[in-house]
C-alpha cells in the first residue's frame, strides 16, 4: 500500500536555525514521483519540487535543499537559516504512474513549522 | 496568467443539504482533481476528471460526485451533507500525462472551507 509518513508533528525554531523535515514513504512501484507542498495559514498549497524515483540528486534552491534516499525511503526537506515566513505546515506527498492521466497525490499528514524571531 | 480558482471561499451548510463546489483550472490545464483536508490532517484524494470523464476516484462515498465541462472547469456535488463532511476542500489542476514517465505538478487552488452544522 502507498503510504507517506511525516512523524514530526511540530516543529519550532528560532529564525536562522537550520531545520529538517522528515519524510518516509511506502511503495510497491518501481516509478513513482515525490512532492513537497507548503500550505501557509491562508491554506493554498504551494508547490515546493518534485522528484522522480529515477532521480537520487539531492537538490538546493536557494535556503531549501531536499535529500532523496531510496535505500531507506525517505525524502527529507531541510531549510537553512530559517526565516519568520517560512512559518507553514509542510507536506510530503507521493504519486505513483497511473499512465494517461496525473495521478493521484497521496499526502503525508504534515509538519507545522513555527519560526520564532 | 490566472491560477486555480475555486468558488465560494467558504460555505456553511445544515445537515442533509446539498453542496456543489466549484473550480477553474490554471491555464492550459486540461486535467482537474479534488481532494478534501481535514482539520489538520493531509489532503485525501476525492477523485480526478480529464476529457470530462472521471478517471480515478479515492475511497469516497457515491456521495461525492463531480463534472468537468468543456472549458475544462469542473464541479464538486455533495449530497445528504454530514456533520463529518466539514472541511477544506482543495481543487487542483495539472496537464495530463502522456503515456511516459513524465508527471506534471499539481497546482492547487486556494480551496472551499465548508462547514456542516
Known amino acids: 500500500a502507498q503510504k507517506v509518513t511525516q512523524a514530526q508533528t511540530e516543529i519550532s525554531v528560532v529564525e536562522k536555525e537550520d531545520v529538517t523535515l522528515d519524510c518516509v514513504y511506502e511503495?510497491?512501484?518501481?516509478?513513482?514521483?515525490l512532492f513537497w507542498y507548503k500550505q501557509p495559514p491562508s491554506g493554498e498549497l504551494v508547490f515546493l519540487i518534485r522528484?522522480?524515483?529515477?532521480?537520487?540528486q539531492n537538490e538546493i534552491s536557494g535556503r531549501y535543499s531536499w535529500n532523496f534516499q531510496k535505500s531507506t525511503s525517505s525524502f527529507n526537506f531541510t531549510i537553512t537559516a530559517s526565516q519568520v515566513v517560512d512559518s507553514a505546515v509542510y507536506f510530503c506527498?507521493?504519486?505513483?504512474?497511473?499512465?494517461?492521466?496525473?495521478?493521484?497525490?497521496?499526502f503525508g499528514t504534515g509538519t507545522l513549522l513555527a519560526v520564532q524571531p | 496568467d490566472a491560477g486555480v480558482t475555486q468558488s465560494p471561499t467558504h460555505l456553511i451548510k445544515t445537515r442533509g443539504q446539498q453542496v456543489t463546489l466549484r473550480c477553474s483550472p490554471k491555464?492550459?490545464?486540461?486535467?482537474v482533481s479534488w481532494y478534501q483536508q481535514a482539520l489538520g490532517q493531509g489532503p485525501q484524494f476525492i477523485f480526478q476528471?480529464?476529457?470530462?470523464?472521471?478517471?480515478q476516484r479515492g475511497n469516497f462515498p457515491d456521495r461525492f460526485s463531480g463534472h468537468q465541462f468543456p472549458n475544462y472547469s469542473s464541479e464538486l456535488n455533495v449530497n445528504a451533507l454530514l456533520l463529518g463532511d466539514s472541511a477544506l476542500y482543495l481543487c487542483?489542476?495539472?496537464?495530463?500525462?502522456?503515456?511516459?514517465?513524465?508527471?506534471?505538478?499539481?497546482?492547487f487552488g486556494p480551496g472551499t472551507r465548508l462547514t456542516v452544522t
Open positions: 506527498a507521493l504519486s505513483e504512474f497511473y499512465g494517461g492521466a496525473t495521478n493521484k497525490l497521496i
Open positions: 487542483a489542476s495539472s496537464l495530463a500525462l502522456g503515456y511516459d514517465t513524465t508527471a506534471y505538478e499539481q497546482y
Open positions: 491555464s492550459g490545464h486540461d486535467t
Open positions: 476528471y480529464y476529457e470530462e470523464e472521471e478517471r
Open positions: 511503495t510497491r512501484d518501481t516509478t513513482y514521483y
Open positions: 522528484r522522480n524515483s529515477f532521480d537520487e
